[in-house]
């Protein structure tokens, strides 16, 4: 089966840098989309950006031009660069993989009820 594992998480100031990564092993073919998303304490897990086998990418109106998505097709890791943290940028920030691509007048749809499988999370804390 798939498996995904995050990490890169930690404790951070606002306005540092972080980088995540999301490796996936064994039926690599189903990560077809890769999906980051994101949960703060008692609250509803959020998408926040999505990328395809190929590179294609979209992102949460909230994150976007802080964070950035990217593939090493190569290494089977999607990484999320995230820059200019804010500390309502804390929760845990999850991978997720589906095997095959749900567009939404024609752009990709980045939705977590579309995901089947779900790494096990890593936490970023923004505080001062």
């Known amino acids: 089966q798939l498996q995904l594992v995050e990490s890169g998480g930690g404790l951070v100031q606002p306005g540092e840098s972080l980088r995540l990564s999301c490796a996936a092993s064994?039926?690599?073919?189903?990560?077809?989309?890769i999906g980051w998303f994101r949960q703060a304490p008692g609250k509803e897990r959020e998408g926040v950006s999505c990328?395809?086998?190929?590179?294609?990418?979209t992102y949460a109106d909230s994150v976007k031009g802080r964070f950035t998505i990217f593939r090493d097709n190569a290494k089977n890791t999607v990484y999320l660069q995230i820059d200019s943290l804010k500390a309502e940028d804390t929760g845990v920030y999850y991978c997720?993989?589906?095997?095959?691509?749900?567009?939404?007048?024609?752009?990709?749809?980045?939705?977590?009820?579309?995901?089947?499988?779900w790494g096990q999370g890593t936490q970023v804390t923004v505080s001062s």
């Open positions: 997720a993989a589906r095997r095959s691509l749900i567009l939404r007048n024609g752009l990709l749809r980045c939705a977590k009820d579309d995901f089947d499988s």
């Open positions: 064994g039926l690599t073919y189903a990560a077809v989309v």
């Open positions: 990328i395809t086998d190929s590179g294609d990418t």
